[in-house]
């Protein structure tokens, strides 16, 4: 059964190089690794932390992972197929600032009520402390996941209703890029940012 299933179908690697930035060639390779990784084509939510984890030897990266998964699962059914993976990594990888915010404001979102709560954001910030470990030196200013949480809503919250709305969220990371750096640790170049471990 790995032959056949090793490549994908003509018309699923055309509809992915149409919804996503990645070559046909690309898909392809993504597509033998994936396989590689999950033969039974669908990753599970404890597969996904165990391979998240390694990427964070010094913290614990579960809970995190646990919320890029959800996001991930595109359709809720507790797993991750080749087209929530390849669609997502474009996103994270390869899509345009403001895809990858939308992307993050749905990974903050967590009751999907198109508002991120400061609960919901302590939430995420705390999964990022943890995950990170000592292994960053923080500002004061952001030495805990409440005080980063109340820097990130100073900046965002333009109309200080407690919530973030997408356009607020998106507005605000555009107009000062030290907010992305305080929602996400992978953004920009390694020495200006305090999360790259």
Known sequence: MGKPNSKLKPEVLEDLAQNTEF?????????????KDCPTGKLSVEEFKKIYGNFFPYGD????????????????DNSIDFREFICALSVTSRGKLEEKLKWAFSMYD????????????????????????TVMKM??????????????????????DGKLSLAEFV????????????????QGPPSSSSCDQ
């Open 23 to 35: 070559s046909e060639h690309e898909l392809q390779e993504w597509y033998r690794g994936f396989l």
């Open 139 to 160: 500002p004061e200013d952001e030495s805990t996941p409440e005080k980063r949480v109340d820097k990130i809503f100073k900046q965002m919250d333009r109309n200080l």
């Open 61 to 76: 990266a579960s809970k995190f992972a646990e919320h890029v998964f959800r996001t991930f699962d595109a359709n809720g």
């Open 110 to 133: 967590l009751d999907g009520n198109g508002y991120i709560s400061r609960s919901e954001m302590l939430e995420i910030v705390c999964a990022i402390y943890k995950m990170v470990g």
């Open 171 to 186: 507005e605000g990371a555009k107009s000062d890029p030290s907010i992305v750096r305080l929602l996400q640790c992978d």
